[in-house]
């Protein structure tokens, strides 16, 4: 979360926007040069400034030190620019609009809560006001149409310098949350997408091999090549889990454009492989792919992973039983069933519950990714089934191939 130093800092972009610094550094000094030159002006009907000189050197630089420094301290620079320019109008130097104060509201107000700013407006007329009505009526002094006049001007000004710092700040305020929000739904998703990707990846070869491993405990005494085999078959899927692990491991840790050797990701040609481990698993698999020939990579992801993790389901589930598998394309989208005759006279496993767990949740998540629909539940004549439709192209499209939006 953005603390309030840092939303200060960014507000006033101090001290990433160098140009901005020294802008304000360049206009400090040339109303320090002004106010000066104020000092010493004679003529025009208007005494000059009659004290010592180091007070008006001290009001100059404090005007134009509280312009160049308002973007690292708004509300100091605020009260030194008031107590100067008052300074310099009771002392009659002043000779120009507030220039300086108008500016350090405007910071002022960008910076601050409204409550503050507000604070600092109000204080500020007031002063100005306390500051000009004393030269009304002096020798050489401002009439009474003048000071109304000017503080008529000045109150305008700061009014407006406020509300133009305010409503920067509003937007600003907008923008960051907007950023924020933006920052966390992309952390999110992207925790979502790994947890999926891992899910998908353990759960399916978890699954096997866990069956596979009670059969070979089971009959390593009596069926020693039938033992051999499970192991074998362990083994096999062992090592090809720990393949894709590495590869999205390997993608996790990629920085900029660096290139790494993987392995592909799986896509509708190893589902057939997908078939097998289920079949060695005890469950018998009808597969039926067709149409899919042009179907992007990341529907063609998604699809692999629906059809493993519903496989999973059957091996975890409903082993041993059958289940028939159909992939099919058409008319811009593709067809995605996977259906079993588990048992029906077992107690209902956990995944019949009408709360669904993490391999039905991010199912579900992959299908909507695409505006798709998917459906699972269990079937009338016992069993489960999965169902889901995911668009990927426009039935009129001149290529197929393109993304559903």
């Known amino acids: 979360m953005v603390t309030d130093a840092d939303l200060r800092k960014r507000l006033t972009r ?35 400034y009659r004290g010592p000189t180091w007070a008006a050197l001290a009001i100059a630089l404090g005007i134009g030190a509280s312009v160049a420094l308002r973007r690292w ?14 300074l310099a109008t009771t002392a009659g130097i002043t000779r120009e609009p507030f220039t300086g104060t108008i500016l350090v509201m405007y910071m002022v107000a960008l910076s601050e809560n409204r409550l503050r700013s507000l604070l600092a407006l109000m204080g500020t007329v007031a002063l ?10 002096k020798e050489g002094g401002n009439t009474g149409a003048d000071v109304f006049g000017i503080l008529s001007f000045l109150a305008v000004a700061l009014i407006a310098a406020w509300v133009i710092g305010h409503v920067t700040r509003r937007l600003r305020l907008a923008e960051f949350r907007a950023n924020e929000e933006r920052t966390e739904k992309a952390i999110v998703d992207e925790r979502l997408r790994i ?5 998908d990846v353990v759960a399916h070869s978890l699954s ?14 009596e069926h020693p090549e039938a033992a051999r085999d499970a192991l074998q078959v362990i083994e096999t899927i062992s090592r090809g889990s720990l393949t894709e692990m590495r590869r999205m491991l390997g993608v996790l840790r990629a920085e900029g454009d660096e290139e790494i050797a993987l392995a ?12 097998e481990r289920a079949r060695q698993a005890g469950v018998g698999v009808d597969l039926d792919v067709s149409g899919v020939d042009d179907l992007p990579d990341g529907v063609a992801l998604a699809v692999y992973r629906i059809v493993q993790e519903a496989l999973t389901n059957v091996v975890k589930h409903a082993a041993p039983a059958d289940s028939h598998v159909l992939v099919a394309g058409a008319y811009g989208e593709v067809r995605v069933e996977v259906v079993d005759d588990g048992p029906g006279h077992r107690q209902l496993p956990e995944r019949f519950s009408d709360e669904p767990g993490h391999g039905l949740a991010g199912m579900r998540e992959r299908v909507m990714m695409y505006d798709g629909v998917f459906e ?6 016992g069993g489960f089934a999965v169902r889901a439709r995911i668009p990927y192209a426009a039935v009129d499209a001149p290529e197929r191939g393109e993304d559903v939006k």
């Not at 990433?16 to 104020?38: K, P, Q, R």
């Not at 301290?73 to 008052?86: D, E, G, R, Y």
């Open 14 to 48: 101090w001290p990433t926007a160098w140009h901005l610094i020294v802008l304000d550094a360049i206009v400090g000094i040339v109303m320090t040069g002004v106010y000066i030159g104020f000092a010493g002006e004679t003529g025009d009907g208007t005494p000059a």
């Open 73 to 86: 301290k708004p509300i100091p620079a605020m009260f030194l620019v008031v107590v100067c320019t008052s």
């Open 128 to 137: 100005a006001t306390l500051a000009l009505f004393t030269t009304w009526g």
């Open 195 to 199: 947890a999926r990707e891992m899910h």
């Open 208 to 221: 096997v091999i866990a069956v596979k491993a009670g059969i070979a405990n089971h009959v390593a005494e």
């Open 264 to 275: 592909p990701a799986p896509g509708l040609a190893d589902i057939p492989a997908l078939a």
């Open 376 to 381: 699972a539940g269990r079937r009338p004549g």
